[in-house]
């Protein structure tokens, strides 16, 4: 019987946010890129409307969970990027891991507290 222990890994968590922000920047930002920069301005949604509707919205729990997930989902999508791909070009930043992922760690912090404690 072989005595063997493995070193569990952290790194599925990792891919777990990079494919969540990758299929929410691939569904959810269009959705909002085409509503918010293109049917607000042109006119066909209209403005006092929709910005009393949105108020009403993002004041609700459910709102600012919403708005914080359109925030930090593509955050971690990006950072995640950013480090395997400086691994994969064969530029080793020291602590990278820690720098890329604490970065989105802090910016998911700020998200935070402005959505939920402001």
């Known amino acids: ?3 063997s222990t493995y070193k569990r890994s952290n790194e599925p968590i990792f891919w777990a946010l990079f494919s ?6 691939a569904i959810i930002n269009p959705i909002l ?8 301005p042109i006119g066909i949604i209209h403005k006092m409307v929709f910005y009393n509707q949105f108020l009403v919205f993002y004041q609700n729990v459910i709102g600012k969970i919403f ?11 990006g950072m995640h990027r950013i480090h395997h ?3 994969d070009v064969k530029i080793y930043v020291p602590k990278s891991k820690v720098i890329f992922y604490g970065i989105s760690i802090f910016i998911t912090q700020i ?5 939920f404690m402001l």
Not at 33 to 40: A, D, N, R, S
Not at 111 to 115: G, L, N, Y
Request: aromatic share 14%; charged share 5%; glycine share 8%.
């Open 67 to 77: 708005l914080l997930l359109v925030i930090i989902f593509p955050v971690w999508c």
């Open 1 to 3: 019987m072989m005595n």
């Open 85 to 87: 791909t400086l691994r």
């Open 20 to 25: 969540a922000g990758g299929m929410w920047s």
């Open 111 to 115: 998200a935070f507290i402005c959505i």
């Open 33 to 40: 890129i085409i509503l918010i920069g293109f049917l607000i």
